[in-house]
């Protein structure tokens, strides 16, 4: 069985603050996928990024960065200098190589503030 | 960019009724999904759809609920007796599958937010 736990509810920043939301997972397969998606208040959801687990190298795209560590199955976010825009609500994602669904943390939601 | 349409953006039913929330995956996408969000929570897979035929399907996915390729395009999802806790965003969602790439080009839609009352 797969489980996400994202264990910050909601999160409130000020503008051009860097804010990380924390994302720890458990699986028994070796190998498997995460994700991150934003879900903006018009209710959709955007895909961020996607890792495998043979892949641990940290990612940065632009103001957005991810840290995948493994030994402590986590795979957090980070949001450099935020911006109002960036509120939302922000899901991490976990999928079982070979299976193709996705189990879903709670999420958390981003309120920056001017 | 092709996207994955859904259709109606909002919709809202009296319990008891039977509705269909429809959804145009990608074009060359040969696995459809329907997930489910209950306001306030997190994302629930309900089925996925491959090849004309269920391939996987979560305990929400009871027999009140039905999914159809009805035509090379469309992607329905049908429930048939609404009850007030069928109220939701659901989300269609497709992808492709080519190799090893099981999790590639995973497209949601922008969803449909059924109120059931």
């Known amino acids: 069985a797969q489980k996400v736990t994202q264990a910050q509810t909601e999160i409130s920043v000020v503008e051009k603050e860097d804010v990380t939301l924390d994302c720890v997972y458990e699986?028994?397969?070796?190998?498997?996928?995460l994700f991150w998606y934003k879900q903006p208040p018009s209710g959709e959801l955007v895909f961020l990024i996607r890792r495998n687990s043979f892949d641990e190298q940290n990612e940065i795209s632009g103001r957005y960065s991810w840290n995948f560590q493994k030994s402590t199955s986590s795979f957090n976010f980070t949001i450099t200098a935020s911006q109002v825009v960036d509120s939302a609500v922000y899901f991490c994602?976990?999928?079982?190589?070979?299976?193709?669904?996705?189990?879903f943390g709670k999420g958390t939601m981003l309120l920056v503030s001017p | 960019e092709p996207e994955v349409t859904q259709t109606p953006s909002h919709q809202v039913t009296q319990m008891g009724q039977e509705v269909i929330l429809r959804c145009v995956p990608i074009s060359n996408h040969l696995y459809f999904y329907w997930y489910r969000q209950i306001l306030g929570q997190k994302v629930e897979f309900l089925v996925s759809?491959?090849?004309?035929?269920?391939?996987?399907k979560s305990e929400i996915f009871d027999d009140q609920f039905s999914v159809e390729r009805p035509d090379g395009s469309n992607f329905t999802l049908k429930i048939r007796s609404t009850k007030l806790e069928d109220s939701a965003m659901y989300f269609c969602a497709s992808r492709r599958s080519t190799g090893d790439s099981y999790n590639y080009g995973y497209t949601f839609g922008s969803g449909t937010r059924l109120t059931v009352v």
């Open positions: 994602a976990l999928s079982p190589r070979g299976y193709s669904t996705l189990t």
């Open positions: 699986t028994r397969d070796t190998t498997y996928y």
């Open positions: 759809f491959y090849n004309n035929e269920i391939s996987e």
